[in-house]
């Protein structure tokens, strides 16, 4: 089943690979602790990650393990609750009526888990969450996405604050994941058309709880090495490369779920990136005889659409020429000539693009926007599409963007809401009437839990720092500007995502004089901690960062403001925990939703925030 190989674990504790390839283990706090405690400084040195853990961990310790009785108690509660959850069956008990009904899910991006890298930012974390959520439901949900052997960057800040770029590559050997093979235990591939060749794709799969996830790779013999490089990084290349990656994952995913004989009842594209799904599945149709027409109201009749985009420019669009090129072959095969194919992707006030956005909303019967507010937006953003109906009556809903409550909240606060909401709190967390008990919590057990988390941050932030400065030698004035002057008895503002225009992440230094007063206030002083990417062609987005980095080295800012290199799930999971207070200062009407907040506010720290997104 994978690289691991289980004869090496004693029989009497061999469940231990089949746990350390299910990411269940990361959001089950027993399970965290039973890698942890067979060896907590390997634990550590290999970063979280339980596939290394036990790679790497001598023999003789894995025959204690089995032999301790303290660790075998745990052990056996531990894999008792584990294949409970985990069973074949969707024992959806709160929607029964959903049981039977397969979900796919399509995002060209998952967060997951840090060891398997392969997001950017919000749009990944929330389609990680909805996987752990669905499994945790028991609704039967499939992920479909892309192994990127690359993932997105890994940050660092040179002495005059400008972001520099560093890929790393993935060790798969390392990673939680597994080929899918076929039943003569060969790789399962699928084929995809790309213009006049065919790309060739192998799958792997990563198991979230019940959920599989099923990430595309083209890195494969029979490929042409530009197309071996299609799979390597997300969000790498130039619009061609990128449509080529959306044909891939929209038509390859289809292929996939082919292959695999799933028979989804709901398909679910996450943004527009994954849009040709919808064209293959109506192709499908087409090819069994139906007209396009009838093929497209079946298609829309089982596909959801979410859109996060709240600007015009924000959409994802192609030339049509690159359109053109790529899919006259395939128009055809759809039942259209090529000016109603392209009218799937245009609007009547801007034909000169293919917007994946308007081929999303067009063969959808579902379409959301990511908050109340944004649903509105959306609404009178693509007014034009429904020309004949009033704005308000315009079919675009929303439903809110939400985070996956066991990953985020940190244990110490979980202890609290158990002791003081209900013992069964985490699964009746969506009840108003549960929460009204938090202020049964007394304020010095509160207080307590908040400072803990804070040191941990801090202390994370400044060994980071530490390391910086004694293993790449950084200026000292950088380790300053990384945190290094960081005081727990100091209010603590967070600003940390990603740095792009209308976040506005410097909007806080707009009278620098007067925040250098507050942050020096002998008697109330204030700290900020800055954390977050700017995408690698966002000129903008890196200019704020130095603007931030060049305050929080200048000696009159007293050590008090610091930026956190790298900003990933791991460093946002210590910041929205031990920050006092989370920032939030988009441009109204820009913040489609944002969850940072609601992982902050989940773990009891206030927000200051603009009206927008989910905030509103
Ligand atoms: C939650 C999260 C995000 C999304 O946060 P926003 O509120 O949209 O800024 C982005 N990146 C990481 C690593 C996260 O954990």
Redesign the pocket.
Known sequence: MNSLSASKLPRRIEGLSELAYNLWWSWHIEARELFKVIDRPLWKAVGHNPVRLLQQIPHHRLVAAAQNATFLDRYDSVMTDFRGDTAGTWPCTEYPQLAQHVIAYFSLEF?VHTSIPL????????AG?YCKEASDLGLPMVGIGFMYPQGYFHQRISADGWQEEVYEQLNFHEAPISPVLTAQGRPMKVEVPLNARTVHIAMWQVNVGRVKLYLLDTDIEENSPSDRQLSARLYGGDREVRLQQEIVLGIGGVWVLRALNIEPDVWHANEGHTAFMMLERTRGLVEKGMSFGEAADRVRATTVFTTHTPIPAGNDVFSLDLIEKYFHRYWGSLGVDRKAFLQLGMQESDSSVFNMTVLGLRMAGQRNGVSQLHGGVCRRMWHSLWPDIEEKDVPIGSVT?G?HVPT?VAPQMGGLYKKYLADDWLKRHDDPALWERVLDIPDEEIWAVRRWLKDRLLSVVKDRARRRWCEDRVAPVQALAMGALLNTGVLTLGF???FTDY?RGALILHDVNRLRRMLQNDLQPVQIIFS?KAHPDDERGKQLIQEIYNVAKDPQTGGRIAFVED???????YL?RGVDVWL?TPRPLQ?A???????AALNGVPQLSVLD??WY
């Not at 944002?594 to 992982?599: A, H, L, N, P």
Request: proline share 0%; with cysteine.
């Open positions: 967060a997001y950017a930012g919000g749009l990944g974390v929330l969450d963007n985070i985020w940390c995502r990603r976040k977050g900003y990933d799930m791991r460093m946002g999971r929205v939030n913040e939703s944002g969850t940072s907040g609601q992982k997104g989910w």
